[in-house]
């Protein structure tokens, strides 16, 4: 029987898809991103463990209240490609159920990456950087595990949303936003593109687990820059 861990259930999410949005967070993340503000999710052991059946059952106790808004079920993490079959199975019972699927992820996972898309009506992907060295400095991957999944995305034809973490001094250059824009334009089905501000506020977790913080000393994110920012990258793809 398959199962899977899950670290958490949210019932309102506002910013996880369109309309209100039931959110699963999977426990597990194959990435040691320098800003996470969830490194609760790391370890794979951790979590509470669900069939699929279990899995939907909860969610289709919000039902009634995503439904009416076109909201849906978005799965997030942790990073959600980490457990394929149980993702694949909840996925297909989300489908015979009628309701709108969203993936929250890196695209860093195990593969099956063709069988989930069939089932999936949008993925939220978070670009972390543009090239090899920076991929392998912020996250501890290599940054192939990204290009496999955006293959299999362009193939799919997938609906995408695609956000970026905007650090300063390690993502906040025009030609690092010159390049993010080259990987967009490479990319079918892009529906919207965000630039999100990096922040501080998951720091006190690393704390309590005893962990290393290691952009301590980096400021959140300046707004104004964030904004230029935002405006090169939507000339560089219009041109």
Known sequence: MIKGRIHSIE?????????IRTVVFFQGCPLRCAYCHNPDTWNM???????????????LRFKPYFEKSGGGVTFSGGEVLLQPDFLLEILKLCKENNIHTTLDTSGFGLGKYDEIL???????????????TGYKNL????KKGLDEFLKALSKSGTKLWIRHVVVPKVTDSEEHIS?????????????KVELLPYHTLGVNKY????LDYLLKDTSPMDKDKLKELESLLTRLLLC
């Open 139 to 142: 996250t501890g991957q290599e």
């Open 118 to 132: 069939k089932y999936t009506d949008l993925v939220i992907l978070d670009i972390k950087h543009v090239d090899d």
């Open 45 to 59: 052991q951790g979590g509470m463990e669900f069939t699929p059946e279990e899995l939907l059952k909860k969610i």
């Open 207 to 210: 704390d309590k687990l005893g």
């Open 179 to 191: 390049k993010l824009a080259h990987i967009i334009k490479q990319i079918d089905n892009v529906e």
């Open 11 to 19: 019932s309102m999410g506002l910013v996880d898809g369109p309309g």
